[in-house]
């Protein structure tokens, strides 16, 4: 007959009654608490990422009303051609910089 040795395995919890429960419920608001950091976390690059998105949308729009714009004047004034343009490279440089200058704030 052979005889069988248990092999070394970890214990099992030795605790009973109360003393499990407070483990078990320790483990569980632990784990709750982990869940609510995470979320949390998300919830603020999620707010980030629109705030930034919000910004460049806005800067977009504008950049294209004022190369619309451009546009429209220097068909009446063709005179003003190169100076229309020089005013509207003027605002989408400072819109691409107010872009880049809220994805730095943003991200501090």
Known sequence: M??????QTIPPLTLRGRGRSRVLSRIDNDTDVSLAIVESKAEVQAAKAMAISYVGKRAMH???????LEQQL???V???TSRLQA??????LSSAEIVAETVYRVNR
């Open 62 to 68: 504008e950049v294209a009303m004022v190369s619309q």
């Open 74 to 76: 220097a068909s009446v």
């Open 78 to 80: 063709p005179m003003a």
């Open 2 to 7: 052979s005889q069988l040795v248990p092999s």
């Open 87 to 92: 005013i509207g490279d003027i605002v989408a």
